[in-house]
């Protein structure tokens, strides 16, 4: 039997790559779906199943692997799309189904804001549950004596809603934003602190030990109680008042330019590459790569720093460099826009999101149909990303990148990318990539900053490029995303435009649960080793011009230009964004939130639930999508 051969379904689906015996192995793959339970995932959150029941794709047929990337994301979508409700009584069965709980309280409330809202998506909200499970371990007063401690704390803004108004003063533009989107919604919400990052790092890296613990108190804990009462409970004790003195200690500490690792794989599970010693490269990056070509086929599992930490852990600035990074082991309630995998951080919409900055806001008047964008890979920014100095700089992640697509620095280097044979399948091989760079990439740092002593070590290194205006930004077809200090606030407005975003990140995000790599975006290693295959696959390489010096004998590589293929994903990705990461969607996310934190620091939080069966807006929901544009 197959399963026992290979062991997994990953092993299978690797050995197909490996095999380009992509036909067979679909059909085999069938036989897999009747043997294995399927449980409806979101897309993105890393599981990677194999295709079945495979339906013809719409584009040509060639046996690469970003191909059968593309068809398997492909199939999880059409999973995904097959499983989204369109009327109250599924959102609520499904909700009870996934989290073993009644909906919050409110939900109704949240159900018809979310539709007069025109959402899509109307229930998967899969990231806000993850984030506040183990909190369900934690006593609710506990809970608010901690975010009533943490208003006070350093690098945290408190944000408080009482009697359905936001009361705190906001300090600095972050609290700002934030406290105008909660002031909008304020009007539902229950009496709360909270306690929302400034920092551009998260904060909350609670241990594996501690953590497992916690989900396993939430899971016993999980009931359904007969007859919930869909209503807050009032005047609460241990909310923030002036006089309130009682503090709990939030035990930070600075781990700004240690080792981050060091402290990261205390918070991943023991048998997880971070916390073995004797695990090589080769071995963690079989785990989310294919072993032909090294795409990813689990993005999730590219930015896990239990997984690829031992092979990141000097080659980018937040692991080693970061300027600033204060965190607790404990179990705080902290508010963040960003975390990577090991932090237990409540992600909200991040504020830049909110605001209208020219920088990283789309304006679908300057953008350019594919047809008229230039074949070409397109990046800026500053050196940022963690402190430099002048024996450093070459392992940050920024650095390395501007580097490898630089065309003299690569002169002389060869890298591995995947070419046809005469038989026009594909086979690794040795690739002069200069010459690519110069005609495809245009790549570089508009200023240097964040260096000590000062940025004078860079003076021979770069050549400073002039910035670019977002709108000439899509003048590219393809658009690089990579981390700063943290996460790129560019990413939505990449999914929007007509071009295609290429992202390599650590951070995760609120909206990583509804974006499908290979489906939504072009996922790309941290490292760049696959920077060339994918950017060959996708404009091609002509043989008869030998990339090769000139009196090389063997041909140059042959790959056919793929440029259908990066439309596609560039049109499905701005089509989803328009649907589900539009300025109500980080609305409706940011109230669900709040109801959800707002029951599991409530005393009665146990009882307290949305009692119906979605019935009683059976009208609403047919008579919404009799008027609905969708
Ligand atoms: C678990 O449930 C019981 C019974 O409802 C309750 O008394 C207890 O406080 C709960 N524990 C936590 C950590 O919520
Ligand atoms: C704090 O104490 C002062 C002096 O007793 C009082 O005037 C004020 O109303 C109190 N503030 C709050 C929020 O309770
Ligand atoms: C690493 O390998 C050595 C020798 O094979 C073994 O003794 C040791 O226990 C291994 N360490 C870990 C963490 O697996
Ligand atoms: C993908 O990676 C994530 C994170 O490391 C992991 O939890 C998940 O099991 C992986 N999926 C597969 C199918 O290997
Ligand atoms: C590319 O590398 C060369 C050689 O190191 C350097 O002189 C040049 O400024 C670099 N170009 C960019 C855009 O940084
Ligand atoms: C490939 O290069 C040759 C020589 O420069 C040129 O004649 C030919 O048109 C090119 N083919 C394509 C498809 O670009």
Known sequence: ????????????????????????????????????????????????????????????????????????ADHQWQKYERSHSTNFRDVVAKYRKTNGRHPPPGFKEWYLFARKNKVYDVDNFQQIYDDLRPFWAIPPAEIRKMAAS???????????????????????????????????????????????NTLDQPRVMATYEDIQGYLKIEARNKTMFEFPVDKFTPDMGYLYS???????????????????????????????????????????????????????????????????????????????????????????????ECKVSVNNDILFPANMYFLKDPRYVFNPRHDYSWDYKDDSLLWRGVTSGGIQVEDNWQRLHRQRFVHMTNATEMNSQSVSILSQDMEHRYQPMDFQPAEFATSYFDVGFTEAWGCIPDCSFYNNVWTYKKPKDFSEQFRAKYLVDIDGHSFSGRWRAFHQSKSLGLKATIFREWHDSRLLAWR????????????????????????????????????????????????????????????????????????????????IIDDNRDVLGYAGDGSELAEFDVSYQLTSPL
């Open 1 to 72: 039997m197959l399963v026992n051969i290979f062991g997994s379904r990953r092993q299978y689906f690797y050995f197909c790559l490996a095999a380009g015996a992509t036909i067979t192995c679909l059909l085999n793959l069938a036989l897999f779906t009747n043997i294995e339970k399927h449980t409806i995932q979101i897309p993105g959150l890393g599981e990677f199943l194999i295709p079945y029941n495979h339906a013809p794709g719409h584009y040509a047929k060639d046996n690469h692997p970003i191909q059968l990337l593309m068809e398997e």
């Open 150 to 196: 943490l208003q006070e704390s350093k690098g945290i803004a408190g944000i408080r809603v009482r009697d359905h108004q936001v009361v705190s003063d906001p300090n600095g533009w972050r609290a700002e934003t934030l406290s105008h989107s909660i002031e909008r919604i304020a009007k539902y919400l229950p009496d709360m602190d909270i306690a929302m």
């Open 242 to 336: 002036e006089n309130n003195s009682a503090s709990i200690d939030p035990a930070w500490f600075s781990v700004a330019g240690k080792p981050y690792m060091e402290f990261a794989q205390e918070s991943c599970p023991p048998n997880s590459p971070a916390r073995n010693d004797n695990i090589t490269t080769e071995e963690i990056e079989k785990l989310y790569k294919t072993p032909v070509g090294g795409f990813i086929a689990n993005f999730t599992g590219s930015s896990d720093l239990c997984t690829v930490g031992p092979v990141l852990g000097d080659q980018h600035g937040f692991l080693f460099s970061a300027s600033s990074n204060i965190i607790t082991r404990k179990l705080l309630p902290v508010f963040g």
């Open 520 to 599: 939504h975006f072009v996922p790309m290693d941290n490292m760049y080793g696959d920077l060339y295959s994918l950017m060959t696959y996708f404009i091609g390489v002509n043989s008869s011009q030998p990339n090769a010096p000139h009196d090389a004998i063997s041909p140059g590589p042959s790959i056919p230009s793929h440029d259908f293929e990066a439309r596609v994903i560039a049109t499905q990705s701005r089509e989803w964004a328009q649907l589900a990461l539009r300025d109500e969607d980080l609305e409706i996310y940011l109230y669900l939130l709040l109801l959800e934190y707002g029951r």
